[in-house]
């Protein structure tokens, strides 16, 4: 591969059980027919492809990965492809608490939780949703049961919820998380120019707050980590290229794969997997695009038209 890339971003599906304001519209977004979104052995399959093209982390994401049913048996699938060394989740937390032990038993360490308020009627004008307790609980639960590390997301949008950025901070060096600030990217709805707040600002104030010492972080891809009051805060801008630092592939629920957040196209292996092309092929397809990939300008973004709840994030 022409960058160093080790980690693929599988979403599993594009229903969630959470309207983001910031991710996708009240109302929701039109569902993927059933029959177009891949299957476990098409995501088994396509995963052990990649392995051997040198993919060592799968990171499973969606929409909400654990609204897909039997999600479970699935990671326990993934966990056993040869070559896989890791394999993560990202979820909006509001089932975790039901499905920690589960993942835990699957083989699952590493888990990412979104959260981007701490307060229960903000939690509801965000998300949409009655979720804010469960996701404390799936947090704690998911410290009780080891999982490590476990990386909290929040996307910061001025006037929403800037004033939280002390208080995060402070709940996650008290419960020992990882903090990670998002920049608000333009893919929504909700997209206005006066909620955009630069990473840099947010940097400053928890800066003023618990100094900030530069660190590197094992498998950072875009996120740049500091030492800050006795624990660990990520920033991740979104309005540049991260090309240098990017190590990541996506494919989306419905197959398509995507070499970059910020590419206009797609490619099907859906087709792929369908039409009876031999994996030896299909390797050496996506071994070819690999070596073509240029860098994309995240400019040229067609702002709007692309979802995260599809994209995987
Ligand atoms: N549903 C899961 C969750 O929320 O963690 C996984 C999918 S979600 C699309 C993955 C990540 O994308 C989340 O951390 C979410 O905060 C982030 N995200 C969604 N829309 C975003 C936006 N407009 N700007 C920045 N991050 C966004
Ligand atoms: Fe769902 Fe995650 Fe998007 Fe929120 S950010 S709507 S939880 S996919």
Do not use: C
């Given at each position: 591969m022409?960058?160093?890339?080790?980690?693929?971003?599988?979403?599993?599906t594009d229903r969630c059980n959470l309207r983001c304001n910031y991710c996708m519209p009240p109302e929701g977004i039109e569902p993927m027919l059933h029959?177009?979104?891949?299957?476990?052995?098409?995501?088994i399959r396509l995963s052990s492809i990649f392995a051997?093209?040198?993919?060592?982390?799968?990171?499973?994401?969606?929409?909400e990965p654990l609204v897909r049913k039997d999600i479970i048996k699935l990671l326990g699938q993934l966990v056993d492809i040869s070559g896989i060394e890791e394999v993560a989740i990202t979820t909006n937390g509001a089932y975790l608490s039901g499905f920690a032990a589960g993942l835990k038993e699957a083989g699952?360490?590493?888990?990412?939780?979104?959260?981007?308020?701490?307060?229960?009627?903000?939690?509801?004008?965000i998300t949409g949703s009655e979720y804010f307790y469960e996701v404390l609980n799936g947090i704690k639960k998911a410290k009780e049961l080891g999982f490590s590390?476990?990386?909290?997301?929040?996307?910061?949008?001025?006037?929403?919820?800037?004033?939280?950025?002390?208080?995060?901070?402070?709940?996650?060096l008290k419960e020992g998380l990882i903090l990670r600030f998002i920049e608000f990217m333009k893919v929504?709805?909700?997209?206005?120019?006066?909620?955009?707040m630069p990473i840099e600002e947010v940097k400053d104030i928890v800066c003023k707050g618990f100094g900030l010492e530069k660190t590197e972080y094992?498998?950072?891809?875009?996120?740049?980590?500091?030492?800050?009051?006795?624990?660990?805060?990520?920033f991740i801008k979104t309005d540049e290229n991260n090309c240098q630092r990017c190590n990541r592939l996506r494919i989306t629920s419905t197959g398509e794969l995507k070499l970059c957040l910020y590419e206009t196209g797609s490619f099907s292996l859906n087709e792929l997997l369908r039409n009876g092309t031999s994996d030896d092929r299909i390797r050496d397809i996506i071994s070819a695009k690999l070596c073509l990939k240029e860098e994309v300008d995240y400019r040229k973004w067609e702002w709007g038209k692309v979802y995260m709840s599809v994209l995987g994030g």
């Open positions: 022409k960058r160093d890339i080790d980690t693929l971003r599988i979403s599993v029959e177009k979104v891949l299957t476990f052995e098409e995501i051997g093209l040198g993919i060592k982390k799968i990171r499973v994401t969606g929409g699952i360490n590493r888990i990412n939780i979104s959260l981007d308020t701490l307060r229960i009627d903000r939690f509801k004008a590390p476990i990386k909290i997301n929040t996307v910061l949008m001025r006037g929403i919820n800037d004033d939280e950025i002390i208080d995060f901070m402070g709940f996650s929504t709805p909700l997209w206005n120019e006066d909620y955009f094992p498998g950072s891809g875009p996120a740049q980590y500091y030492k800050a009051g006795g624990g660990i805060v990520g």
